[in-house]
T-cell receptor
């Protein structure tokens, strides 16, 4: 059974304080790892897809990286508007998607 | 603008009642999904459909039913058989071969009184 574990569950940062969110996974035949952002009371918004170890993707202050066992979402010099829950998901060889529980990020001005 | 529309946004239901949540998309996506989100838990798949008139059970299909009569529409019925229906329900769509890159609706919050 595929498993996705995200840590920490919650993270408080000061504006400008860089940090990383972790997504550890076990999956039978990785067909992609996906990051989403979810604002309170809204549906998740797709951010990145990573397919193979060593791959990196960037968007504004966010950079996602992938190893064989985990992915990191690095947030550089965050702003209050980066506050959200960040979700990680993996797709397996059977095309099924498994989501982690998310990391709630709070950035204080 | 293309997107997914879910309605209603908030819904209250008495125990023993069936309710239907609407999901419409104009993205021309073949695949559509229903997820349930509970506090502190990951999204759990209820049902999905990759083509009109066909759908598959997800991990937690018991107490739910769906239909896919049109490409654009994938309504979810929460039946009285669902033991704990209070949750946030999310509809999503995707291109079939990019099944991890989902476009989500705004969600429907169901509360059972």
């Amino acid at each position: 059974e595929d498993q996705v574990t995200q840590s920490p569950e919650a993270l408080r940062l000061q504006e400008g304080e860089s940090s990383s969110l972790n997504c550890s996974y076990t999956v039978s035949g990785l067909r992609g790892l996906f990051w989403y952002r979810q604002d309170p009371g809204k549906g998740p918004e797709f951010l990145f897809t990573l397919y193979s170890a060593g791959e990196e993707k960037e968007k504004e202050r966010l950079k996602a990286t992938l190893t064989k066992k985990e992915s990191f979402l690095h947030i550089t010099a965050p702003k209050p508007e980066d506050s959200a829950t960040y979700l990680c998901a993996v797709r397996d060889a059977g095309n099924m998607l498994t989501f982690g529980g998310g990391t709630r990020l709070m950035v204080k001005p | 603008d293309g997107g997914i529309t879910q309605s209603p946004k908030y819904l209250f239901r008495k125990e023993g009642q069936n309710v239907t949540l609407s999901c419409e998309q104009n993205l021309n996506h073949d695949a559509m999904y229903w997820y349930r989100q509970d506090p502190g838990q990951g999204l759990r798949l209820i049902y999905y459909s990759q083509i009109v008139n066909d759908f598959q059970k997800g991990d937690i299909a018991e107490g739910y039913s769906v239909s896919r009569e049109k490409k654009e529409s994938f309504p979810l019925t929460v039946t009285s058989a669902q033991k704990n229906p209070t949750a946030f329900y999310l509809c999503a769509s995707s291109i079939v071969f990019r099944a991890g890159e989902l476009f989500f609706g705004e969600g429907s919050r169901l509360t059972v009184l």
